[in-house]
C-alpha cells in the first residue's frame, strides 16, 4: 500500500508564491504516476498537474506558466510549486498516486488566496 502525507498549504496573497509537498511511503515502486488535483467550494475536483515515473508531466490550462510540478526520488517526493497566485487558485490541494491498479489520495491541503 502506498501512503500519501502532503504539506505546504497556506494563506498567501494574490501574486505570491506556495511550495506544495507530498511525501510517499510504502510500497512505491508500484507508483506509476503522481499528481495534484484541486476542489474549490461547490465544484467538482480538477487535476492541476501530474508528472509520470519517468518525469514527463502535464498541467491544466489555467495553471500553466504559474505551477510546476516536480519529484525528488531519493526523498519519495513530489512538489508543486505555486506562483504567481490568483483568488480562484483557492481550493483544498489533494495529492494523488496512481499504482495501476488503484488510486491513493493524500489528506488535502488547504490554499487560500486574498485579493
Known amino acids: 500500500q502506498v501512503q500519501l502525507v502532503e504539506s505546504g498549504g497556506g494563506l498567501v496573497q494574490a501574486g505570491g508564491s506556495l511550495r506544495l509537498s507530498c511525501a510517499a511511503s510504502g510500497s512505491i515502486f508500484s507508483i506509476n504516476a503522481m499528481g495534484w488535483y484541486r476542489q474549490a467550494p461547490g465544484k467538482r475536483r480538477e487535476l492541476v498537474a501530474a508528472?509520470?515515473?519517468?518525469?514527463?508531466?502535464n498541467y491544466a490550462d489555467s495553471v500553466k506558466g504559474r505551477f510546476t510540478i516536480s519529484r525528488d526520488n531519493a526523498k519519495n517526493t513530489v512538489y508543486l510549486r505555486m506562483n504567481s497566485l490568483k483568488p480562484e487558485d483557492t481550493a483544498v490541494y489533494y495529492c494523488?498516486?496512481?499504482?495501476?491498479?488503484?488510486?491513493?489520495w493524500g489528506q488535502g491541503t488547504l490554499v487560500t488566496v486574498s485579493s
Open positions: 494523488n498516486a496512481d499504482t495501476g491498479s488503484s488510486e491513493v
Open positions: 508528472i509520470t515515473s519517468g518525469g514527463s508531466t
